[in-house]
C-alpha cells in the first residue's frame, strides 16, 4: 500500500508475509519479503489480527459503500479491456484496495468492506495490516495510483491479476499529531503485486491470495 506508512510503523519491526503463488491451483506457499519491511504493503503482518468483519449482513443487501477521507486518493488505470468477466475482476479487485484504505482511515471503521472483498489469506494479511495501523495510532493521507493492472482468467471462477502501484505521493500521518512522514522517492516507491481472486456465490471477485514485491523492475516509472 503506502511506502511512507514505515516512518510511524517503524518501530514495531514489521515482517511482511507473502501468500500468492501465481501457479494454476494458487497453493498455500508464503514467504518472507524484507523489501516490503520498511513500506508494508498489506501482504500480511505480525501484530495479533482485529476480530474478522462479518460479511453476512452486506451480502444480503448489496455492495457496501466505501469512503475515504477527501486527503487519501486513490486512482486505478486499465479500468476497462472490452471483456467485461475481466472488468469486473478489476472493478472488485480496486474496491478490495479502497475497503482496506477506508478501514485503515476509520471511514469504515468496522471493516464490513475488508471482509465483503476479502477471503482466506488476503483477509487474514489485510485484518493483520490495519492492526498494524491501529497499534501506531496512524492513518493515510495522500494519493496512490495503481497502473498496468492485468487480468488472468484461469476459469469462471477464478483470475489472476497483476498491477503495479506508485506510492510516490502516499504517507502516513499521525492520527494524534496531524503529522505526515515523508521520506524520498525511490524505487521502492513502486510496487508490483500478485493477487489471486475467487467469485463467490453473490458474483462477487474477492481477493484470496495477495503477494506485494517492493522496488520491482516492473514497476518502475
Not at 514495531?12 to 500468492?20: D, E, H, K, Q, R
Not at 460479511?55 to 486499465?78: C, H, N, W
Not at 467469485?199 to 471477485?205: C, E, L
Request: with cysteine; glycine share 8%.
Amino acid at each position: 500500500m503506502i511506502r511512507h506508512r514505515a516512518a510511524v510503523l517503524a518501530a514495531l519491526s514489521l515482517t511482511v508475509v507473502g501468500a500468492l503463488t501465481l501457479s494454476a491451483c494458487a497453493g498455500d506457499d508464503s514467504a518472507s519479503h524484507e523489501g516490503d519491511k520498511k513500506a508494508g504493503a498489506d501482504a500480511g503482518g505480525s501484530a495479533p489480527a482485529s476480530p474478522r468483519p462479518s460479511t453476512s449482513s452486506l451480502a444480503q443487501t448489496g455492495r457496501p459503500e466505501i469512503e475515504l477521507p477527501s486527503d487519501l486518493r486513490l486512482t486505478f488505470e486499465d479500468g476497462a479491456t472490452g471483456d467485461a468477466v475481466k472488468d469486473a475482476v478489476l472493478a472488485d479487485n480496486a474496491e478490495r484496495m479502497r475497503a482496506v484504505d477506508a478501514a485503515i482511515a476509520g471511514t469504515d471503521p468496522a471493516g464490513e468492506a475488508v471482509g465483503f472483498y476479502n477471503r482466506g489469506k488476503a483477509l487474514d494479511a489485510a485484518v493483520s495490516w490495519i492492526a498494524q495501523f491501529e497499534k501506531a495510532n496512524a492513518t493515510l493521507t495522500g494519493e496512490v495510483r495503481y497502473f498496468d493492472r492485468k487480468v488472468t482468467l484461469k476459469d469462471e471462477d477464478s483470475a489472476v491479476l497483476t498491477f503495479c502501484a506508485d506510492e510516490s505521493k502516499g504517507f502516513s500521518k499521525d492520527k494524534a499529531t496531524g503529522e505526515v512522514a515523508k521520506t524520498p522517492v525511490t524505487r521502492n516507491s513502486y510496487v508490483l503485486y500478485n493477487t489471486r481472486l475467487d467469485k463467490n456465490s453473490d458474483d462477487v471477485w474477492q481477493t484470496s491470495q495477495i503477494l506485494s514485491t517492493r522496488g520491482d523492475d516492473e514497476c518502475q516509472a
